[in-house]
């Protein structure tokens, strides 16, 4: 597993004796939330700063601001371009409504969104994505409009045809009685499949009882809080010096009770949220594993259907020749594809 | 596979299970990477039992790290007996007396090591204010409840075997089943005849029986208030569960009788515990056959025939029960409406405003004991839930290191396991400590419990004062209407010649009737100021005692509170120690 630490690029030469322009740098920070719009499109705008002194980047700092639609925007696009590569988690988007604008969860989400950017912004291909520069550059109209295009509900047709095309194979699959074809694997390959699924499990448990833990921290900072005030005002009905040391006790619990808040925060922040994160990860890692699969056996049905129009040309070869030309160009259009999903 | 198993299994229902699973984790002998685990003892043996670990737990805190703050902690740092260097002295030479036979170091005095408590399971001193134990007497004496020339005296119920046994009836159907417990009386009081073990068998019914006699006996004094009948089916009555319930409030009940200074030296108890076979206590008899008793009484009281001297004056100063003293019940009950609800002030009023005053503190007091008691009950809940959410917390990372361990492809991956292992070690042992922290705080935080039933004991009082005096008052009330009709009659009587026969028997009759109530009221008096003064006597003896109870509690509570806080943080401590090139790696980074 990685380690704990929080990647930050190398944005430390900022303050070092060295010249910045020496070594290349890209440092981002997401900060500064702010509420905008009001009632149910209400939705939180954050600050993104850039500094770099890329070539491919316009200038030293550029502030732009994003909404959390734009950083799925990233990622997804991320996530098509760069098949194969595990892609930084995103931290979840909200269920519960009300807990959606509270002070917590925003500052989590911040942390979070800042901890994304910066990983790709370390990772070496990642880092030199067209899509990132938009991202961190763009003006905002112009984020919109991607934005747009890629969350809108009309999806290319090229994806209808391939849901089309799943259905299609698994009915002739079920229909013909085929066993799911075997996704090209080496006995390291399935341990590492193996590992990262029991892997999220684990993971996964200690951070339920993270959040738990933190729970329990809170509850018993407000009852040793109620505890205080009931002991003071018990204290207040006897005399010295028993009174006085009951509130004295009432005093300390109260002071206590801060305390434990204060520290279901740091077990929050520290413990919890890196748990959570470290999920996301995993998760993320399933996802690109999920896509390997999915292109593995797009491949295998891509060199079913070449081979099925190869056998076609050869028949029509020796049979009819006006038709051999396109059944010719199709079949080149199917190896052309074929080789562009191996290279993926 | 263990993980996806148990990721639903984990709440509450499943506590049980988890528990063994922590009892029995093996602190250290995985037989794994981490051969350096400090817990690993010989005497652990596998078995991660209480004794295992705090002798593990003592070489713990024998790493004397800056963290185990001197123990001059939450107290107040006054003149108060509490932070008397004299205390702190027991507790070092508490410390070298062995709680558990395990803990075989002499520790270096910290609070670490003291945390227990008077209320100790070892020390099986429960509510009995002259114990002689020797952790009481250690502990303060300035505080200590019992009475310096009584130091040496005890008394010590217990109450055990509870028994079914039948009632013999000569009726085909046989008699009821009814349970009875043995009731042990260990006392060297020379009332009992000087040092001296003894048993009975008594029912409920008897206990019933004492606390009545109890009440009549001594009117105006807190006396304990006795466990509730339960109205249940027979059925119930006989289960497991009941009955257990039942012997233990027996037994807080009689331990506090004898507690109580005037009480345990009372002929009625005295007879409870001691006199064989049937208890020679006259019985309450049930309000029917009292009003047949009544009934018979009745018309003699009503047609004032020689009634009043039927009711023999020690009576009067009863309060008036249903059945027997219908008529002055009646009477008593117009007095008090009129009291209420009539313009005249009644003769008598309760005119101590240092009673009334005493009167009000007390109601506001219990107000907040009650509520102490249940900030106290979720302070409880709040400790356990953190005890166990710490320890699933602890056994999901021993799992993830395990899976670690099994499935690592680089050693990097194991020793980062191994580390993961420390902290979840740690994670479980200070879900033990929440445990043990939280049953001393239980027994702690009863003593306001105790009170709560104490201070029913002290209404108990105030109402026997205020039945008392509304006798006094109804009394006082009589005489001048009786008065009244004499002097009526006489007039009548003068007016015919030679003496009106008839009207002089009535006058005859009416003066003794005006002298017994005479008698009856100067009784009723003196009664009135009697219970008086065993109220004021009683509730200043209670306050004595509820203060020192109390600070005794607080100390209690807040030792055991710094003892464990103090134990935990070695632990948590020892752990960062030991990860501290993580933090280390990320500053340099």
């Known amino acids: 597993m990685e380690s704990t630490e929080q990647p930050r690029s190398i944005s430390g030469s900022m303050q070092s004796p060295r010249s910045p322009s020496s070594q290349p740098y890209l440092s981002v920070s997401v900060t500064d939330p702010v509420k905008l719009g009001n009632g149910v499109q209400a939705y939180i705008s954050y600050r993104v700063i850039t500094k770099t002194n890329l070539p491919e980047y316009q200038g030293p700092e550029k502030i732009v601001i994003r909404r959390y639609s734009d950083f799925v925007w990233l990622r997804d696009r991320l996530f098509e371009k760069y098949k194969g590569i595990f892609i930084p988690p995103l931290p979840e988007k909200s269920a519960v409504e009300k807990f959606r604008f509270s002070a917590e969860f925003i500052e989590m989400r911040r942390a979070a969104l800042d901890i994304f950017v910066n990983r790709i912004a370390l990772h070496p291909e990642l880092r030199q994505s067209e899509d990132l520069r938009t991202f961190l550059q763009a003006d905002e109209e112009t984020m919109d409009r991607f934005r747009f295009q890629e969350t809108g509900i009309f999806k290319k047709p090229a994806d209808f045809m391939q849901m089309f095309r799943d259905v299609q194979s698994k009915v002739s699959d079920a229909v013909l009685g085929k066993e799911k074809p075997v996704e090209e694997t080496t006995a390291a390959y399935e341990k590492l499949k193996h590992y990262i699924f029991e892997l999220e499990n684990h993971l996964a448990e200690a951070q339920k009882h993270a959040y738990r833990l933190v729970k329990r921290h809170r509850e018993l900072g407000q009852s040793l809080l109620d505890f205080g005030k009931a002991v003071k005002l018990l204290g207040a009905c006897e005399g010295e010096p028993t009174g006085k040391a009951f509130s004295d006790l009432g005093t300390k619990s109260e002071l206590l009770s801060i305390k434990l808040q204060k520290e279901a925060q740091q077990v929050l922040m520290n413990f919890e949220e890196p748990l959570k994160d470290y999920v996301r990860y995993v998760q993320s890692i399933k996802a690109t594993i999920a896509e390997r699969g999915t292109a593995f056996k797009q491949h295998c049905e891509l060199a079913e259907t070449t081979k099925l129009k190869e056998i076609n040309l050869d028949k029509l070869m020796l049979t009819r020749s006006d038709k051999v030309g396109e059944a010719e160009i199709e079949y080149r259009e199917k190896a052309r594809k074929l080789r562009e999903n191996l290279r993926g | 596979m263990m993980g996806s198993e148990n990721a639903d299994g984990f709440d509450e229902t499943n506590l049980n299970a988890q528990r063994d699973d922590m009892e029995n984790l093996d602190l250290g002998v995985d037989g794994d990477a981490g051969g350096d685990d400090p817990l690993k003892k010989s005497d652990v043996n596998g078995d991660a039992s209480n004794s295992g670990y705090r002798s593990a737990m003592s070489t713990l805190s024998n790493v004397r790290d800056p963290l185990s703050a001197p123990p001059t902690v939450m107290i107040p740092a006054n003149s108060d007996p509490l932070l008397a260097p004299t205390s702190y002295e027991d507790f070092r030479s508490f410390s070298s007396k062995p709680i558990s036979s395990d803990n075989s170091y002499i520790e270096p005095p910290s609070y670490a090591d003291v945390i227990f408590s008077p209320f100790d399971e070892n020390s099986d001193s429960e509510i009995n204010g002259a114990e002689d134990s020797s952790l009481h007497s250690q502990f303060s004496d300035s505080l200590s409840r019992s009475p310096s020339s009584s130091s040496s005296e005890y008394i010590k119920i217990t109450v055990s075997n509870p028994q ?426």
């Open chain 2, 164 to 589: 079914k046994e039948q009632e013999s009836s000569n009726s085909i159907v046989g008699g009821n089943t009814y349970i009875t417990y043995q009731i042990t009386t260990r006392t060297n009081l020379p009332d009992f005849g000087g040092p001296s073990e003894f048993s009975v068998r008594r029912r409920f019914r008897d206990v019933v029986t004492l606390a009545d006699r109890l009440a009549e006996s001594y009117r105006g004094f807190c006396i304990p208030p006795r466990p509730d009948k339960s109205v249940v089916e027979s059925q119930v009555m006989q289960k497991q569960e009941f009955v257990e319930q039942r012997r233990v409030s027996l037994e807080k009940y009689l331990r506090r009788l004898s507690a109580h200074p005037v009480i345990r030296n009372s002929d009625e108890l005295k007879v409870f515990l001691q006199v064989q076979g049937k208890l020679p206590l006259p019985m309450s008899t049930d309000v029917a056959s009292r009003m047949l008793d009544g009934a018979v009484k009745l018309p003699k009281q009503l047609f004032g025939e020689g009634g009043a001297s039927a009711v023999p004056v020690h009576e009067v100063v009863q309060p008036a029960r249903g059945g027997r003293d219908l008529l002055r019940l009646f009477k008593e009950l117009r007095q008090s409406v009129s009291n209420d609800w009539g313009g005249s002030k009644p003769p008598v009023v309760e005119e101590d405003k240092e009673f009334l005053e005493k009167k009000e503190k007390m109601h506001e007091l219990e107000q907040q004991i009650i509520n102490a008691s249940q900030q106290a009950e979720s302070l409880v809940k709040a400790q356990q839930d953190m005890g166990e959410t710490m320890g699933e917390l602890g056994l999901a990372f021993i799992k993830l290191t395990k899976f670690e361990n099994e499935e690592a492809s680089s050693n990097a991956q194991r020793i980062r396991a191994n580390d993961m292992k420390n902290l979840a070690t740690a994670a479980v042992k200070a879900s033990r400590f929440y445990r043990e922290l939280n049953s001393q705080t239980v027994k702690h935080l009863d003593t306001l419990h105790e009170y709560l039933g104490m201070m029913m004991a002290v209404q108990g009082a105030f109402a026997d004062r205020s039945s008392a005096l509304l006798t006094v008052q109804t009394l006082l009330s009589e005489l001048p209407s009786l008065q009244a009709r004499v002097e009526k009659l006489e007039a009548a009587s003068s007016k015919v010649f030679g003496g009106d026969k008839s009207r002089m028997r009535k006058i005859e009759e009416l003066k003794e009737t005006i002298k017994v109530t005479e008698d009856a009221k100067n009784v009723a008096i003196r009664e009135y100021e009697r219970i008086k003064e065993n109220n004021r006597s009683e509730v200043d003896r209670l306050d004595r005692e509820r203060r020192s109870d109390f600070m005794n509690m607080m100390k209690g509570f807040v030792v055991n509170q710094v003892g464990y806080a103090e134990k935990m943080g070695n632990v948590w401590a020892k752990v960062a120690e030991e990860t501290n090139q993580y933090n280390r790696e990320k500053q340099s980074s």
